[in-house]
């Protein structure tokens, strides 16, 4: 049973461009949430994906923006990067309730220069 | 903007010690907390949700309890294992957090279990 898969690992990017993340949830899981890590902090909320549409969305600018298809699976998308979007992106996924456990993929490594 | 703290943020345990550790969240509105282990290089793995207060969950020699009133839950690990060096995160959702019941993650505790 595969878990959260991401792609690509790691991502070099320059100020101005766009990138886009890309997340298999587990299998049976139906929702699907963005996280961006920066180093020495905790994971924080960028949105969450359910039934195709984004259900809520943390305190991101509109650069960041994302997808979900009818196979669950989703993307990240960010537009004109700045230096400080360079952090770890994190996917998870769940049952639909916030009381169920998230399921991690091993994150993209984004780095911007 | 919920405040989630955890402490301490990192601790070097020997071997075989037990070791504890607290997470203080917003004691109104409370809806979930949930646990979850980081270990280097590998993704973060999910140790409980807890949902009640006086809630206690136990998971081999890790154990969690919870107090949703005084907003505060403490992770313990009995006899740490070398294997247990992991950054210990805890993730709060409020009834207030919006229709995804979002986390707010604290920035974790790094245990370090020396041989």
């Known amino acids: 049973d595969a878990g959260v898969t991401q792609s690509p690992t790691h991502l070099i990017k320059t100020r101005g461009q766009q990138v886009t993340l890309r997340c298999s949830p587990k299998s049976g899981h139906d929702t699907v949430s963005w996280y961006q890590q920066a180093l020495g902090q905790g994971p924080q909320f960028i949105f969450q994906y359910y039934e195709e549409e984004e259900r809520q969305r943390g305190n991101f600018p509109d650069r960041f923006s994302g997808h979900q298809f009818p196979n669950y699976s989703s993307e990240l998308n960010v537009n004109a990067l700045l230096l400080g979007d360079s952090a770890l992106y994190l996917c998870a996924s769940s049952l639909s309730g916030g009381r169920q456990p998230q399921h991690f993929g091993d994150g993209t490594r984004l780095s911007i220069l | ?115």
């Open chain 2, 1 to 115: 903007i919920l405040n989630v703290e955890q402490s301490p943020q990192s601790l070097h345990v020997q071997e075989g010690d037990s070791t504890n550790f607290t997470c203080s969240f917003p004691s109104s509105n409370f809806y979930a907390l949930h646990w979850y282990r980081w270990e280097t290089a590998k993704s973060p793995e999910a140790l409980f949700v807890m949902t009640l207060n006086g809630d206690e969950k136990k998971k081999g020699r890790i154990s969690a309890t919870l107090n949703t009133k005084e907003g505060y839950s403490y992770l313990y690990i009995k006899g740490s294992q070398p294997e247990d060096s992991a950054t210990y995160l805890c993730a709060f959702s409020s009834i207030s957090s919006g229709s995804a019941r979002q986390l707010t993650f604290g920035s974790g505790t790094q245990l370090t279990v020396l041989p």
